[in-house]
């Protein structure tokens, strides 16, 4: 039976399976990254809703896991040397996870630094740009009268599409043939920015027809809508 204890997340939050890793998160589109890689990798897991509403990512027992208080973070019991592990930033997860079984990601050298070089994509702009356009544009920001703001991101996010859009001509994933972490690092933020931020027309998303085909095969995978509820709302 793993031991927990030493970890303070597990006194707010307790494991029912011990043995599994802990997925602390909630369903945005950084937190289901991790929901939809644990359920494409079969790997045991169990979930606890952080709720980010509430402020929960906050608290003493959260921040003890990962101190910039940002889901999702993970536990892995059984990690590198059979020790407990302990992991925050989705990316950083996404690697682990593909890593420890040897799947979603080549094993060819080459490729598999490739693919890691789309996940910092990912991390760097689209996140960071998109999560910012949906503050200006359906949020708080929406009220402030210098539209500037909003425009710049309007036109980072559309320049972010079209360099996705290119690199998806002719290919069925990002890494050609293969569906890896850097499809799942990415279908969530895109299914966000056309759906919950509801910016589809501000951003001409008709017109990156490879986007949109990219993320009707992504969002017909079982595991990606299973995923996409995980933790549940609560």
């Not at 802990?22 to 991790?34: A, D, H, I, R």
């Not at 407990?84 to 079984?101: D, R």
């Not at 009220?143 to 290119?166: A, C, F, M, Q």
Request: net charge neutral.
């Amino acid at each position: 039976m793993s031991d927990l204890t030493p970890f303070p997340i597990a006194a707010r939050w307790p494991a029912q399976h011990p043995d599994r890793i802990q997925l602390y998160s909630f369903p945005t589109p950084n937190g289901v990254k991790v929901s939809i890689a644990l359920e494409e990798l079969d790997l045991p897991y169990e979930a606890h809703a952080i709720n980010i509403g509430k402020n929960e990512s906050w608290t003493p027992e959260f921040l003890s896991l990962n101190p910039n208080g940002k889901i999702p973070a993970i536990l892995d019991p059984n990690g590198p040397g059979g020790k407990p592990l302990a992991l925050f930033e989705s990316g950083a997860i996404l690697l682990y996870l593909a890593e420890k079984t040897g799947r979603l990601i080549p094993a060819d050298r080459a490729r598999h630094y490739e693919t890691i070089q789309w996940v910092f994509f990912q991390m760097a702009s689209v996140g960071p740009m998109f999560g910012q356009l949906g503050f200006f544009h359906k949020f708080a920001g929406r009220e402030i009268v210098d539209k500037r703001p909003l425009e710049r991101y309007r036109d980072e996010s559309r320049r972010l599409l079209g360099v996705l859009d290119k690199r998806l001509e002719g290919r069925k994933w990002i890494m050609d043939d293969d569906y890896t972490i850097a499809d799942i690092s990415m279908l969530g933020w895109v299914r966000n920015l056309i759906g919950f931020y509801d910016a589809g027309d501000l951003v001409g998303f008709k017109s990156f027809e490879n986007v949109g085909a990219w993320l009707e095969r992504g969002l017909a995978r079982p595991a990606v809508q299973a995923g996409l509820n995980i933790p549940a709302r609560g």
